[in-house]
């Protein structure tokens, strides 16, 4: 099928049929037909995704109804696996999500941080968030910990603006189907930011509780476990170092005859532990890092596997 409109946008739709119809009423509005909309209904059963909210907007797009549920990341990467077969040079697209924390009104501030043609794609930044302290903490202390495992800085999610070439490049990775931020980071592609605020939900209640986030957190890391094993086997590497350095000062102690009863046989009994734990630690993850890297295959989302449905809506003309 051929889009004739400049902009395309992508959002995945879970059990929302309330807050998504509001967001494609939104989009209408702000955007009016010009913009095309791929919206990807994550096996939904309860509340399972229509097209009449497209055509009841006026605005051109399709419904991409799953087999199953895929997870959050997994729907976006199969619906800019969609795009990418009919996406021109001169499109955009944008992901968003369809809760309403990502408004539509501040779409035009990515679009333009995208003019310069030294970015490929542009991520939103939080100005603010509607979240409770303890959420607000915890996402503080993981962004150290991402960055102390990986050696880069992650503070955006999936509401970004792209290229046409950016996803094209995208959609080859397979990380992009495990962590979307996460894929950005690893693709090198020239990423501006923009700072947004984030806005309430529309209706309901989030489905992504504690667990849920702190495994999406950590499936950030699996996209850089290369990284991740590396630094953890130089830590263990040192940790088993220094307990050699520490076995032998106590050994020389003992013949100094500085040594208390007892304390030699028991420092030297935990600095050997240490050294034996550690230095296996520090093979396996060796051993890990080459099988992440040599099991490391470039491969095309084969998102055709997991439509059960394509739903294209159709617009009369009188609504345009």
Request: net charge positive.
């Amino acid at each position: 099928m051929n889009i004739n409109q400049h902009l395309i946008i992508v959002t995945p739709v879970y059990e929302d049929v309330e807050a998504s119809s509001r967001l494609i009423k939104e989009l209408a509005v702000q955007f009016k037909q010009d913009i095309f909309v791929v919206a990807v209904d994550d096996g939904s059963i309860k509340q399972p995704l229509e097209i009449t909210g497209l055509e009841g907007a006026g605005i051109d797009g399709v419904v991409l109804k799953l087999r199953r549920n895929v997870g959050h990341q997994r729907a976006i990467a199969i619906g800019l696996g969609y795009v990418s077969e009919h996406i021109q040079p001169h499109q955009h697209v944008v992901v968003m999500d369809s809760d309403g924390e990502d408004l539509p009104s501040t779409i035009p501030s990515l679009l333009k941080s995208l003019e310069s043609d030294q970015v490929d794609v542009v991520v939103a930044q939080r100005k603010s968030r509607v979240e409770t302290f303890r959420f607000k903490a915890f996402y503080a202390i993981y962004k150290r910990f991402f960055s102390l495992m990986t050696g880069r800085s992650i503070s955006f999610g999936n509401f970004m603006a792209l290229k046409s070439h950016a996803i094209k490049r995208l959609v080859v990775m397979q990380e992009l189907s495990i962590h979307v931020a996460g894929a950005v980071l690893a693709s090198k592609l020239r990423a501006g930011v923009c700072s947004l605020d984030r806005g309430p939900r529309y209706a309901g209640q989030s489905k992504m509780n504690f667990v849920g986030l702190t495994l999406h957190g950590f499936k950030a890391l699996m996209v850089f476990a290369e990284d991740v094993l590396v630094r953890v086997g130089i830590a263990c590497a040192l940790i088993a170092s220094l307990s050699v350095v520490g076995a032998v000062a106590a050994v020389i102690l003992k013949l100094l005859g500085f040594s208390t009863p007892g304390w030699f046989s028991v420092a030297l009994g935990i600095l050997v532990l240490m050294f034996l734990q550690t230095g296996a630690l520090t093979l396996m993850t060796l051993m890990l890092t080459g099988v992440v890297r040599g099991g490391t295959v470039t491969t095309a989302i084969a998102y055709h596997d997991f439509i059960e449905q394509v739903i294209k809506a159709t617009v009369s003309s009188s609504s345009k």
